[in-house]
């Protein structure tokens, strides 16, 4: 299967691993949520902004950029062009993870206090600094079997870091019970690095046992190092050619999101919350809620990677009516599991908080937040048939209107009806985003009725 139908068979292992690994986060959000508490996790959740907007510059572009340049391999089995730009992606991400990690280490406190606007955060963004290396290498390595189609090494790495990262919080927990120490929230961080580094150390070994088996190195030795220099140039050109525009949309797009997680919290207290309860709020929200309301997405993120290169294959050879099935296909089955789980978190909403997560909180914002699932799964795959549909840019500045419609939210809403008001804007800019999208789709949403109209009125003129 995985010969025969390659993109198939690895999207469905990923889809699997990715359920596995969602399952096993769920449980390690439950265990942090009672180890660190409410508080703790909103201390936590506000470095998220850190971790997206360093992905962003470090590895995001370079990855897809990877995986694009060795795509050709397994054709032309051309194991030197491929090294060349394992290599050259390996330089540019280190390089860049190296500067970004140790302006992160030096300026946590100013980062802490200045732009996540809590300086409890400062050791946690040092921690998380010491991650970075290790995050890029994994990534393009996993960028170079995405391209590949060999999507096995990337799903076990991605098991191998949750369960390093959980056994690991788990062992320094159980020490620190041990020796009756309090356990801190840095530990959440260090299981971080931890699993970043195990995840990259299978990764590497991978890498080299595969290109020796190859039998790479013994010929690699014999190209000249002045051919290798000028091909080494040209490949870096072609990959920052690729890798800087996507690092910045992708930046962009994290920029926005990481200024509205950032002023939540602030935005909370103008409300008239003290600090410990609008981390507790956030904690609850981001770090309890959030996960639970997304995984059922598990199954929509599967689609929306199938249905892209199915779109383009059918956008390029102008079969318009395969994708009008493959939109209707797609809307009707995310508004059903939309709709379900609706269904289901609002009715077990207040049991699932008090039972799993021991909050109230949790219990009545999964209530609320319930009505956002048809929309929220939707709108995912929607967006990815508009990729595929070449609609890129038109994507991009729809997700930008999401995101502002939630900013203005955040800056004027909440600070009038407190955490109701954000509620709201995610409710508001997930309907926009679902509209603009069914909008650009419209030729295709009603493609088999304005084909049955036109065959009645071909039928109407022949009887005339």
């Known amino acids: 299967m995985f010969k025969k139908y390659p993109l198939i068979a690895g999207t469905l292992l990923l889809t699997v691993t990715g359920f596995l690994s969602r399952i096993i986060g769920f449980f390690y959000r439950i265990f942090l949520s009672q180890t660190i508490g409410e508080e703790g996790m909103g201390i936590y959740q506000l470095i998220a902004p850190v971790m997206g907007l360093s992905f962003s510059i470090t590895a995001a572009g370079i990855q897809t950029a990877i995986s694009k340049f060795v795509a050709p391999e397994p054709t032309s089995h051309d194991y030197k062009s491929s090294f060349r730009v394992l290599l050259v992606g390996f330089t540019i991400s280190l390089s860049l993870s190296a500067i970004l990690g140790f302006f992160l280490f030096e300026y946590s406190s100013f980062i802490a206090k200045n732009f996540l606007l809590e300086e409890r955060c400062a050791p946690l963004v040092r921690i998380f600094a010491l991650s970075l290396p290790f995050g890029s290498v994994h990534s393009c390595i996993n960028g170079y079997y995405y391209g590949i189609k060999k999507t096995g090494l990337p799903a076990f790495t991605q098991l191998l870091e949750q369960g390093g990262r959980v056994l690991s919080v788990y062992l320094i927990y159980s020490y620190c019970q041990s020796k009756g120490y309090e356990a801190s929230i840095a530990i959440s961080v260090v299981g ?273």
């Open 192 to 464: 971080i690095v931890i699993g970043e580094f195990v995840s990259t150390a299978a990764s590497a070994i991978a890498l080299f046992l595969r290109f020796n088996r190859l039998g790479f190195f013994l010929s690699a030795m014999e190209t000249p190092i002045r051919s290798a220099k000028g091909k080494l140039q040209a490949t870096a050109c072609n990959i920052l050619s690729m890798a800087v525009p996507l690092s910045a949309n992708r930046l962009v797009i994290n920029g926005l999101q990481s200024v509205e997680a950032v002023y939540i919290p602030n935005k909370l207290m103008l409300f008239g919350l003290s600090n410990s309860e609008v981390l507790r709020i956030y904690g609850v929200l981001t770090g309890m809620v959030m996960p639970l309301i997304l995984f059922p997405s598990a199954l929509t993120s599967s689609i929306a990677v199938l249905i892209l290169p199915y779109v383009s294959e059918a956008e390029a050879a102008g079969n318009s009516k395969k994708i009008a099935n493959a939109v209707s296909k797609c809307i009707f089955f995310c508004l059903t599991l939309g709709f379900l789980c609706t269904a289901c978190f609002f009715l077990f909403g207040v049991w699932i908080g008090n039972t799993i997560f021991h909050s109230q909180i949790a219990g009545s914002f999964i209530t609320a937040m319930s009505f956002i699932c048809p929309f929220l799964y939707l709108r995912s795959v929607l967006s990815s048939i508009l990729h595929g549909l070449g609609k890129t840019a038109l994507s991009f500045f729809y997700q930008i209107a999401g995101i502002g419609t939630k900013l203005l939210f955040v800056f004027y809403a909440i600070p009038a009806f407190g955490i109701k008001g954000y509620l709201w804007g995610l409710l508001i800019s997930e309907l926009l985003l679902c509209t603009l999208y069914l909008i650009a789709l419209k030729p295709y949403i009603y493609y088999n009725k304005n084909v049955l109209g036109r065959l009645q009125a071909l039928k109407t003129l022949k009887y005339k």
